[in-house]
């Protein structure tokens, strides 16, 4: 099934967005004025501190010792490792931190209570208000929250401090990121674990009785006719009412009232199901169209009136035995991928506006399916996930390692309850995930397989008591592959072992091995502006027929058995051609539930400090800053509808070969039929079929000129016409060993210079498949625009095709740019005035 881009989906995705918008803004349990995002005025310390008091302690002047330290301001969300997660001088900081603020508070309830909401900060937290602990948390990624009332109220009493600190009331919170092998996730893990307040805080004020959530279970047959939804209500009083007013309210997903029902209830705060209702012909979620329904909540007693919305939605979905994946009694492929919470320049600390303009690239990619890797995310991606129609697997942070202690223990059950608790009235998550790659060892003396078993089923048996409804999964575990009810092992062919054209028989192979098979992680890295004209060239060297699972050792870039990811080129070009022929076969297996390639995009690592960008995990289709690669297209080419054409090579400036050498021009296209104007000369029409690879037939061998060739694609489907165009320069010459650099400012847009290294042999020929690392430096006013963890914001940097760019800040001054390569002399450029 493709995705429907027609008028009606587009504008109920647009109307579903504007629901989440208003919803996120106006329904932390409580009404809109009643919530306040704490993003401004913060001062963060890259530290610890002796006590708290040295936050509040007063200042007699300038100069004196209680100046120290030294702290900066700072906005949230903010993560201690915004730059050096992927600075290639060594470790990412690992430690405390602290945050203070001062808040004005404003309660405008008798009586109410004054809470802290945190969307998630890592990855142990301590808040105090004054020098008062009023709560402490363990975990990254869990929403959780913190009632201030009391030391609040204790510190106006206090009148000295209030007045010197003007009437508001004084914040601090210390976060810890420190390395602790009895927390999850583990060290070990392929991605950085994060400190800092890198999800929003919120001021909430409630009422003395106040609900502190909503669920809203519901359910409908495999043919749609057959709706049913309970609503569940959890209060929270800290009053002496022993009664209150309740009134519900249901929209369906047009906005129309469908339920308006008045009652008494008591104050206790037991959980207690407050309304339930059977719905004929209910408008189904699917990812093609995302019906959302609407349940308000309000509370109403002496002591004030809250409100609370939530969105829900009715689907049917199976797992068949043996068998593909159903979705309201059809067949849907999942089309899936991955996704970190990591960015470039803020690391965790994505804004509201950086999460949606990714989830939407994501879908314009035309997945309809993510596993969020690997912990619970933000509350602002799952509800896109519900308002843009894409199902969701999402899962607690327990990561390789092994098994720890109680402690341990205890926090991997309180994060499944939290995410369960906080994340079941989203439609699109159909799966939840007890961990990942559980068979890796080395946090502990002892490695005990049967402990992992015994702690899976623990986790398993209390997802499904939490959430009965929804199924359970984990990726990597043989050993235990019985026990959740979705497995996905490890398959890599063409990467980490085997050969691309292996997947298909290595794939149906392990569909024989679990009554419920899912395909999660597939690809490969490629460093962004890397090509090839030979990209396939390393497969002769690969063994075949020995499995294509990942092993211990083989995302090392050196040592062991031959394997593209050690011994490939590490193209664009050979990244488009696996993705290309998994794409193909998965269309051709008729019990595939589905597939997610990993991942979505490059991200920040510990464990990588050899790629070409240092500690980053580069199998992304877009960089850590949201910039495509040409993968990208690859998979827009097969998963969507709307029309579009896209040469292969838009960051490909120059090509290289004999002169009178034939080169293939690749057309990624969802469109019927496509033809090729190489150089003003038509190179004839091309029909489009899926199953001749590469490029699905759209593909020419032409023959280049030297010096620059121009290129358009004209593309049909239906009555639509798409167009698309490049330009290639084409290099004859050959080229010998790489011994001169140089430097050179190749744009300037405003205060940022954009320079460029090359090189080239002893005859200044270019060397257009070098892969030398450089290092970039710079002197002067300016500031080199590095740490972003991109193929263009990296200071230690390998070469794509024989060139490296980087972006300096001039600061409206002069400075000295260089750039040095083993055994090559160092190159220099002036910038600036």
């Not at 165009?725 to 430097?743: A, F, H, N, P, R």
Request: overall charge neutral.
């Amino acid at each position: 099934m493709n995705i429907n881009y027609s008028k009606i989906m587009r504008k109920r995705i647009i109307h579903n967005l504007i629901i989440i918008i208003l919803s996120i803004s106006g329904c932390l349990n409580a009404q809109t004025e009643n919530k306040i995002r704490l993003n401004e005025n913060w001062k963060f310390l890259k530290s610890d501190m002796g006590s708290p008091w040295e936050a509040v302690r007063p200042i007699v002047k300038p100069g004196n010792p209680e100046c120290v330290p030294v702290w900066e301001d700072i906005t949230l969300p903010h993560c201690f490792n915004a730059s050096d997660g992927v600075d290639s001088n060594g470790n990412y900081y690992q430690g405390p931190g602290w945050y203070k603020t001062q808040l004005e508070i404003k309660n405008p309830f008798n009586l109410g209570r004054t809470l802290l909401h945190f969307e998630g900060a890592g990855q142990k937290t301590e808040v105090y208000v004054y020098t008062t602990k009023v709560g402490s948390h363990i975990g990254g990624y869990d929403e959780w929250t913190v009632d201030i009332t009391d030391a609040v109220n204790a510190f106006l009493q206090n009148k000295s401090e209030l007045e010197r600190f003007k009437g508001t009331v004084p914040l601090s919170i210390r976060c810890d990121n420190s390395r602790d092998n009895e927390m999850i996730p583990s060290s070990l893990a392929d991605f950085n674990i994060y400190g800092g307040i890198y999800r929003y805080l919120n001021l909430v004020y409630v009422p003395a009785l106040s609900i502190e959530r909503v669920n809203i279970n519901s359910e409908v047959d495999s043919k749609g006719i057959a709706g049913k939804y309970d609503i569940v209500l959890k209060t929270n009083n800290k009053s002496t009412l022993s009664k209150a007013n309740l009134k519900i309210e249901v929209l369906d997903s047009k906005g129309k009232p469908i339920v308006t029902n008045n009652q008494e209830i008591g104050a206790d705060d037991t959980e207690k199901t407050v309304y339930s209702s059977l719905l004929k012909k209910p408008m189904l979620w699917s990812p093609a169209q995302p019906n959302l329904y609407t349940c308000k909540v309000t509370l109403s007693t002496e002591a004030g009136t809250q409100t609370v919305i939530e969105h829900f939605g009715f689907r049917n979905y199976e797992f068949t035995d043996n068998g593909p994946f159903m979705l309201n009694g059809t067949r849907l492929l999942i089309r899936g991928t991955h996704k970190h919470e990591d960015h470039a320049g803020v690391a965790a600390a994505m804004t509201e506006k950086q999460i949606r303009d990714e989830m939407i690239l994501i879908k314009e990619m035309g997945a309809n399916f993510i596993r969020l890797g690997h912990y619970q995310q933000s509350r602002i991606t799952l509800n896109l996930c519900d308002t843009l129609g894409i199902m969701a697997w999402e899962e607690i942070p327990w990561c390789r390692g092994g098994v720890g202690g109680e402690r341990y223990k205890n926090q991997a059950y309180s994060m499944m309850t939290n995410m369960i608790t906080q994340h079941r009235n989203h439609p699109a998550i159909i799966l939840w995930g007890l961990g990942n790659e559980n068979d890796w060892p080395g946090d502990f003396p002892t490695y005990d397989k049967k402990e992992v078993r015994n702690f899976m089923t623990e986790l398993n048996n209390l997802a499904h008591q939490l959430d009965p409804s929804r199924k359970t999964s984990i990726r990597r575990c043989d050993f235990a592959k019985d026990i959740p009810d979705v497995y996905s092992p490890s398959v890599w062919a063409g990467w980490y072992r085997g050969i691309y054209t292996e997947y298909k028989e290595m794939t149906e192979k392990e569909m024989k091995t679990v009554k419920h098979f899912f395909h999660a992680e597939w690809g490969g890295d490629s460093h962004a502006g890397r090509h090839s004209e030979t990209p396939d060239s390393a497969l002769s060297l690969i063994k075949t027929g020995d499995g294509v699972d990942e092993r211990n050792g083989d995302a090392a870039r050196f040592g062991g058995a031959a394997r593209v990811s050690k011994d490939g080129d590490w193209s664009e070009s050979y990244i488009c051609n696996l993705f290309e022929w998994h794409l193909k076969e998965q269309e051709t297996m008729p019990n595939l539930t589905g597939a997610a390639f990993w991942t979505f995009k490059d991200f920040s690592t510990p464990v990588r400090p050899d790629n070409p960008i240092p500690y980053v995990n580069q199998k992304g289709v877009v960089e850590r800053d949201d910039t495509k690669k040409e993968a990208y297209y690859v998979f827009q080419s097969w998963w969507t509808e709307k029309p579009m054409a896209h040469i292969y090579g838009h960051s490909w400036p120059v090509r290289w070969g004999n002169e009178g050498e034939e080169k293939m021009v690749k057309v990624y296209s969802n469109c019927d039929e496509a033809e090729l104007i190489f150089n003003g000369k038509s190179q004839g029409v091309k029909k489009r079929n899926s199953q001749d690879f590469p490029a699905a037939g759209l593909r020419w061998n032409v023959v280049y000129s030297s010096g620059e060739n121009k290129l358009k694609v004209i593309a049909h489907k239906g009555k639509t016409t798409v167009t698309d165009e490049i330009k290639q320069s084409y290099q004859t010459d050959k080229w010998g060993k790489s011994v001169q650099m140089t430097l050179a400012k190749i744009a300037q847009t405003g205060d940022i210079a954009t320079i460029e290294v090359k090189l080239f042999d002893a005859n200044k020929v270019m060397c257009l498949d070098a892969k030398n690392v450089v290092t970039f430096g710079l002197a002067g006013d300016g500031k080199l625009m590095d740490n972003l963890g991109t193929a263009s914001g990296s200071r230690v940097v390998e070469l794509q095709n024989g060139r490296a760019i980087i972006r300096v800040k001039l600061n409206a001054g002069s400075s000295i740019a260089s750039v040095k390569c083993d055994k090559i002399p160092t190159a220099f450029c002036n910038l600036g005035n």
